[in-house]
């Protein structure tokens, strides 16, 4: 024992001797390469060829893609007057507890108008309509040697500016010099004033600067909605990333649907998806799925997901998978021993009937606010000739309260966000590049004594990502990969026996 402690207390005065600060922020990683030559905080075309093609920002976008939308947001502005100063914030950091960070994902509308990937950035962007002039400055963290040892490389000033294409990069350090530039000019100035009031970068830059702007009676403008108004119209850049995210989605609940059985955990179908998810290249899902079994389909926004299935049961399930910044949003409801009931059939059937024809209407020209008007009557009518109620009902009478069964609208924006633009009005027209979900549901409680014995507790929603076309003849549905008809599922659940010659 002595002896041992005679090694430990020499090695503990070698270990004194040594830099220890020096060790911990060690450069092994820290390459000081070129930026099209070193690894940067986003995949890149060094590090990722097979996936992002040189002059491409994240997969399948540009440089001038990317210019472009920031070009067309400035143009909007000019019917406010001559100069402008547009600033939009990404996201910082959340912590899930001291040190340890949630996985980072960035603010929209920023990653929409740059493509950057990293936390605890800002883009600055100039117009001056007088002398056509346009500026965009992207400021960034720099690159740190201790960060990067513990967290991954960043791409620093010279790897934004590399990576993204604006005209110019600036430490994020600068910030506070950087507006104040105009504070003592006449340019209109353009933010997201509630998302910038809860952040860090708040109070140690904008705060100042706004409380200047406004204390001199100078506008200050929300710029929320006039992004949305240009992300509401997709390219075909973004349609192509939509339509994989949709794909793999549809991909994962065929692997998923055969697996379900009664006295399965719903979290056991929650962890099937997410895996089916990513093995087909999605980063992430794009919202907590719901994975409701029987009555608990009731409950729209279900996320608990840790209760047992029951046989007899269905169960409906909500998953999307977010593809490089896109999202997908699918629903299915099916039986978890795989066969039917004459009720479940009856009410699942009620419900694709009205979808179809909801999907029929997805053409230029019309509007969500419409078609949700369609779904109620519709939903009203089958259910007048279906006899589900204890009481004979007609349709008109049925209507009268047909909110109760399906409280939610028939639809909503999709693209970057599940709940796409929350900013633009579903009576908004549809225009080709729009896309949006057709989701018509009933939700029979188990408690509603309005509604036959047999029929009480089921709950069905169908929803599909509809992509609005220069056709006439209904929208293209993304997600038709996705088993949805009645014989389509109950073939998928049946076990397939191998016959041996």
């Given at each position: 024992?002595?002896?041992?402690?005679?090694?430990?207390?020499?090695?503990i005065g070698c270990c004194s001797s040594l830099n220890v600060g020096r060790f911990s922020r060690s450069a092994a990683n820290f390459s000081t390469l070129?930026?099209?030559?070193?690894?940067?905080?986003?995949?890149?075309?060094?590090?990722?060829?097979?996936?992002?093609?040189?002059?491409?920002?994240?997969?399948?976008?540009?440089?001038?893609?990317?210019?472009?939308?920031?070009?067309?947001?400035?143009?909007?502005?000019?019917?406010?007057?001559?100069?402008?100063?547009?600033?939009?914030n990404g996201n910082e950091l959340q912590y899930m507890s001291e040190d340890i960070p949630y996985p980072f994902h960035q603010k929209n509308n920023f990653l929409y108008l740059t493509g950057f990937l990293e936390p605890n950035s800002c883009l600055i962007m100039e117009a001056d309509f007088n002398r056509d002039h346009f500026h965009a400055t992207l400021l960034v963290p720099n690159r740190d040697i201790s960060r990067e040892l513990w967290n991954g490389p960043r791409s620093g000033v010279d790897g934004a500016l590399y990576l993204t294409g604006v005209e110019q990069t600036e430490t994020i350090d600068n910030l506070g010099e950087v507006l104040g530039q105009y504070l003592d000019d006449d340019h209109v100035i353009w933010c997201d004033y509630r998302d910038l009031q809860h952040t860090q970068m708040y109070y140690q830059h904008f705060r100042g600067f706004l409380d200047s702007v406004l204390s001199n009676e100078r506008p200050v403008r929300n710029l929320k909605s006039l992004v949305q108004e240009l992300r509401v119209v997709k390219s075909e850049s973004e349609l192509n990333l939509l339509g994989e995210a949709c794909h793999v989605t549809g991909e994962a609940l065929k692997q998923a649907i055969p697996t379900t059985q009664p006295d399965m955990n719903e979290r056991a179908l929650h962890a099937i998806l997410d895996c089916e998810c990513r093995l087909r290249g999605a980063?992430?899902?794009?919202?907590?799925?719901?994975?409701?079994?029987?009555?608990r389909g009731n409950i729209l926004h279900y996320i608990n997901n840790n209760q047992r299935f029951d046989d007899g049961d269905m169960v409906l399930v909500d998953v999307g998978a977010e593809f490089y910044g896109?999202?997908?949003?699918?629903?299915?409801?099916?039986?978890?021993?795989?066969?039917?009931?004459?009720?479940?059939?009856?009410?699942?059937?009620?419900?694709?009937?009205?979808?179809?024809?909801?999907?029929?209407?997805?053409?230029?020209?019309?509007?969500?606010?419409?078609?949700?008007?369609?779904?109620?009557?519709?939903?009203?009518?089958e259910l007048a000739a279906g006899d589900v109620f204890v009481e004979k009902l007609t349709a008109k009478e049925i209507y009268q309260s047909i909110r109760t069964f399906c409280p939610h609208h028939v639809g909503h924006w999709l693209g970057m966000d599940v709940h796409d633009?929350?900013?633009?009005?579903?009576?908004?027209?549809?225009?080709?590049?729009?896309?949006?979900?057709?989701?018509?549901?009933?939700?029979?409680g188990a408690d509603d004594q309005r509604v036959k014995e047999e029929f009480r507790g089921i709950a069905v929603r169908i929803e599909d990502d509809v992509m609005i076309t220069?056709?006439?003849?209904?929208?293209?549905?993304?997600?038709?990969?996705?088993?949805?008809?009645?014989?389509?599922?109950?073939?998928?659940?049946?076990?397939?026996?191998?016959?041996s010659s």
């Open positions: 024992m002595k002896i041992l402690l005679k090694h430990a207390r020499s090695f070129p930026p099209e030559r070193r690894t940067l905080g986003q995949p890149s075309h060094f590090t990722h060829p097979h996936l992002i093609k040189i002059n491409e920002v994240t997969p399948r976008i540009s440089q001038k893609e990317y210019e472009g939308r920031r070009l067309r947001l400035l143009h909007k502005l000019k019917k406010e007057g001559n100069k402008h100063v547009v600033i939009v980063q992430i899902l794009a919202y907590p799925p719901v994975i409701a079994g029987g009555s896109y999202c997908a949003d699918i629903t299915r409801t099916w039986p978890v021993n795989g066969r039917f009931t004459t009720e479940q059939r009856k009410i699942y059937e009620i419900v694709l009937h009205v979808q179809l024809a909801c999907i029929e209407l997805c053409t230029p020209g019309n509007d969500l606010d419409s078609i949700y008007g369609v779904m109620l009557h519709l939903l009203a009518q633009t929350s900013t633009i009005p579903r009576s908004t027209k549809f225009v080709p590049g729009m896309v949006v979900t057709i989701e018509p549901g009933l939700y029979m220069t056709k006439g003849t209904g929208g293209h549905v993304l997600t038709t990969n996705s088993p949805k008809t009645v014989e389509e599922i109950e073939k998928l659940m049946t076990p397939q026996t191998s016959t």
